[in-house]
C-alpha cells in the first residue's frame, strides 16, 4: 500500500486519467486526504476508491502532473527505469551515436512520462531544468539515475531551475553543478560547432528542438541573402553559411546574443565577411528591407505563454510575418516559427495565412515542421506539440 496522501476526484472527472492524459486540475478535486506540501508525491483515486495514478502535487490549476500509472513506489530504481526508457528512444533515433552530432535532449518532460522536467544533453554535460517543485526536490537522485544510465558519458550535471520553478514555490533554488564541473561550453551539431552557456543563456542555453529545421534550412540556403531574425546564438545562420548562402545577416535586440552569434560563426567560418550581426529590434530593423533577401527565418520567443494573451500573441504572429511578405523578394522562401504552446497548429497557421492575405503575395507551403524526435509528443497529451514551423514560398 503507498502511503502517500490521497487526492479524490469528483464523480464523472475520471475520464481523462483513464485515457492517460497526465494532468489534473484543481477543480476536478473532490477531496485531499492527509497533509501534502507542494511537490509532494500523492495518489490518485476515483470518487468510488479505484487507483488511477501517482504524481507530483503544485499549487495552481494543474494541481497533480502524473508520472506514473501504475501502483508502484517511485524509488531509485523506477526513477532509473524511467530515464532508461528515455535514452534508449534517443539512442534508438540514432542520436546517441553520431559523431557530428553530440548535444540532444535527454528527458522532454509529458513526452518522456515525466511531466515537470527537462533535461539536455551537451556534450559530456548534462543540464536538468525542473519546472515543478515536485521535480526539483529530488533533483539530487534524478542525478544519480542519469549517472548510472549514461554511465561515463556524464562528466558533469547543472541544475538550472531556478527560473523555471513556479514563482509562488516557498523555495530558494540556486543554479549549480550536481555533479562534476565546466569543462568545456563548445557542443556540435551536423559538423557544426558552436558554443552553449547553460549557466548564463536562455533555456538550457540553446534551442535544441530546431536542430532538424537548421538542417533543412542549410538545404535552401545555396546562393542565397539570407536575413535571421531572433538570431538568440546563431544557429540559423551558421546553418545557412554551412549551406553555401551568399550573406546572412543576424537579429536580435539582445547584445549578448549578438557577441554569441558572432563567436559562432567566426568558431566555424574564421574570417568570413558573409556574415554580418544586427543589435535591433525585429520590428525596426524589417520596417524597410525591401527586395535585399531572399530567404527569412523567423524564430521569435513565444508570444503567448498563458491564454489570456492568445490574441495579443496571434496578433505578433501576423504582423510580423506580414513584414517578411511584403518584402522578401520574389520567389523567396520564408522558414517562420512559433513557439508558443497555446497556440495551436491552426492558431498559428491562420495568423500567417492573413499576413499572406494582407500582403496581397502569393504563397505557397513547401513543409509543415514540428520539433524532432527527441522532444517526442505523448500522444495522451497533445498540448506536448508546442514547436510549429511553416517553409513558404513566396512568388
Given at each position: 500500500?503507498?502511503?502517500?496522501?490521497?487526492?479524490?476526484?469528483?464523480?464523472g472527472?475520471?475520464?481523462?486519467?483513464l485515457?492517460?492524459?497526465?494532468?489534473?486540475?484543481?477543480?476536478?478535486i473532490?477531496?485531499?486526504?492527509g497533509?501534502?506540501?507542494?511537490?509532494?508525491?500523492?495518489?490518485?483515486?476515483?470518487?468510488?476508491?479505484?487507483?488511477?495514478?501517482?504524481?507530483?502535487?503544485?499549487?495552481?490549476s494543474?494541481?497533480?502532473?502524473?508520472?506514473?500509472?501504475?501502483?508502484?513506489?517511485?524509488?531509485?530504481?523506477?526513477?532509473?527505469?524511467?530515464?532508461?526508457?528515455?535514452?534508449?528512444?534517443r539512442c534508438?533515433?540514432?542520436?546517441?551515436?553520431?559523431?557530428?552530432?553530440?548535444?540532444?535532449?535527454?528527458?522532454?518532460?509529458?513526452?518522456d512520462?515525466?511531466?515537470?522536467?527537462i533535461?539536455?544533453?551537451?556534450?559530456?554535460?548534462?543540464?536538468?531544468?525542473?519546472?515543478?517543485?515536485?521535480?526539483?526536490?529530488?533533483?539530487?537522485?534524478?542525478?544519480?539515475?542519469?549517472?548510472?544510465?549514461?554511465?561515463?558519458?556524464v562528466?558533469?550535471?547543472?541544475?538550472?531551475?531556478?527560473?523555471?520553478?513556479?514563482?509562488?514555490?516557498?523555495?530558494?533554488?540556486?543554479?549549480?553543478?550536481?555533479?562534476?564541473?565546466?569543462?568545456?561550453?563548445?557542443?556540435?551539431?551536423?559538423?557544426?560547432?558552436?558554443?552553449?552557456?547553460?549557466?548564463?543563456?536562455?533555456?538550457t542555453?540553446f534551442?535544441?528542438?530546431?536542430?532538424?529545421?537548421?538542417?533543412?534550412?542549410?538545404?535552401?540556403s545555396?546562393?542565397?541573402?539570407?536575413?535571421?531574425?531572433?538570431?538568440?546564438?546563431g544557429?540559423?545562420?551558421?546553418?545557412?553559411?554551412?549551406?553555401?548562402?551568399?550573406?546572412?545577416?543576424?537579429?536580435?535586440?539582445?547584445?549578448?546574443?549578438?557577441?554569441?552569434?558572432?563567436?559562432?560563426?567566426?568558431?566555424?567560418?574564421?574570417?568570413?565577411?558573409r556574415?554580418?550581426?544586427?543589435?535591433?529590434?525585429?520590428f525596426?530593423?524589417?520596417?524597410d528591407?525591401?527586395?535585399?533577401?531572399?530567404?527569412?527565418?523567423?524564430?521569435p520567443?513565444?508570444?503567448?505563454?498563458?491564454?489570456?494573451?492568445?490574441?495579443?500573441?496571434?496578433?505578433?504572429?501576423?504582423?510580423?510575418?506580414?513584414?517578411?511578405?511584403?518584402?522578401?523578394?520574389?520567389?523567396?522562401?520564408?522558414?517562420?516559427?512559433?513557439?508558443?504552446?497555446?497556440?495551436?497548429?491552426?492558431?498559428?497557421?491562420?495568423?500567417?495565412?492573413?499576413a499572406?492575405?494582407?500582403?496581397?503575395?502569393?504563397?505557397?507551403?513547401?513543409?509543415?515542421?514540428?520539433?524532432?524526435?527527441?522532444?517526442?509528443?505523448?500522444?495522451?497529451?497533445?498540448?506536448?506539440?508546442?514547436?510549429?514551423?511553416?517553409?513558404l514560398?513566396v512568388?
Open positions: 500500500m503507498l502511503k502517500f496522501s490521497k487526492v479524490v476526484l469528483k464523480k472527472k475520471e475520464d481523462s486519467i485515457r492517460f492524459h497526465p494532468w489534473i486540475f484543481s477543480g476536478a473532490d477531496r485531499i486526504e497533509t501534502v506540501e507542494e511537490g509532494d508525491p500523492v495518489t490518485v483515486y476515483t470518487f468510488d476508491d479505484r487507483f488511477l495514478g501517482i504524481g507530483h502535487s503544485a499549487i495552481g494543474i494541481a497533480v502532473r502524473i508520472f506514473s500509472f501504475e501502483e508502484i513506489y517511485p524509488d531509485f530504481a523506477f526513477w532509473c527505469s524511467k530515464l532508461k526508457l528515455a535514452y534508449d528512444l534508438k533515433i540514432g542520436l546517441t551515436s553520431r559523431k557530428e552530432t553530440n548535444v540532444f535532449r535527454l528527458i522532454h518532460g509529458e513526452g512520462g515525466l511531466p515537470g522536467l533535461v539536455d544533453y551537451y556534450n559530456g554535460t548534462v543540464v536538468i531544468q525542473a519546472h515543478t517543485v515536485g521535480m526539483w526536490l529530488i533533483r539530487d537522485l534524478l542525478a544519480q539515475a542519469i549517472k548510472a544510465v549514461l554511465n561515463d558519458q562528466k558533469a550535471i547543472y541544475d538550472k531551475s531556478s527560473k523555471t520553478l513556479p514563482y509562488k514555490a516557498a523555495i530558494e533554488p540556486v543554479d549549480g553543478y550536481l555533479f562534476g564541473e565546466k569543462t568545456t561550453f563548445e557542443v556540435m551539431e551536423y559538423g557544426n560547432r558552436f558554443l552553449v552557456d547553460w549557466e548564463e543563456g536562455q533555456k542555453g534551442f535544441v528542438d530546431q536542430r532538424e529545421n537548421r538542417k533543412l534550412l542549410s538545404e535552401y545555396f546562393g542565397k541573402n539570407v536575413l535571421n531574425m531572433f538570431c538568440y546564438t544557429g540559423f545562420s551558421f546553418s545557412a553559411m554551412q549551406g553555401g548562402a551568399s550573406l546572412v545577416h543576424s537579429v536580435d535586440s539582445s547584445a549578448k546574443a549578438i557577441e554569441l552569434t558572432n563567436a559562432n560563426v567566426e568558431l566555424n567560418f574564421p574570417g568570413d565577411k556574415h554580418e550581426a544586427f543589435t535591433a529590434d525585429a525596426d530593423f524589417m520596417r528591407i525591401q527586395d535585399k533577401y531572399d530567404l527569412i527565418i523567423l524564430d520567443p513565444a508570444f503567448a505563454k498563458h491564454k489570456n494573451v492568445l490574441n495579443q500573441a496571434l496578433q505578433g504572429y501576423k504582423k510580423l510575418n506580414t513584414k517578411a511578405f511584403q518584402q522578401i523578394r520574389p520567389g523567396g522562401i520564408l522558414f517562420t516559427f512559433s513557439c508558443s504552446q497555446v497556440v495551436t497548429k491552426t492558431n498559428f497557421r491562420e495568423a500567417v495565412f492573413s499572406a492575405a494582407i500582403s496581397k503575395r502569393k504563397v505557397r507551403i513547401l513543409h509543415q515542421l514540428s520539433q524532432p524526435g527527441d522532444h517526442p509528443i505523448n500522444i495522451y497529451h497533445p498540448e506536448g506539440e508546442y514547436l510549429k514551423g511553416l517553409v514560398y512568388e
